[in-house]
């Protein structure tokens, strides 16, 4: 299966093999408590609906909204 920006967290299994798959699936945007996608190209969860795209340093994900890169349309 091929990782798009679109491709949910809870349909990448073996994307990033340093993350626990269970940890990425309970996760959720802590702006809207909405899902979040993986972008395999960028290394990032992406919460469409608040426009942020939160990064993941060293396999670990930062859940902050200021470390958070804005989306653009």
Do not use: N
Not at 3 to 32: F, K, N
Request: net charge negative.
């Amino acid at each position: 299966m091929t990782e798009t920006r679109d491709t949910p967290v809870r349909e990448t299994p073996g994307a990033m093999p340093e993350i626990d798959r269970r940890m990425l699936e309970s996760l959720v945007c802590p702006v809207t408590h909405g899902p979040l996608t993986f972008d395999a190209q960028r290394r990032e969860l992406v919460s469409t609906k608040a426009g942020l795209a939160f990064p993941i340093r060293d396999g670990i994900p930062i859940m902050l909204p200021d470390e958070a890169r804005r989306i653009e349309d």
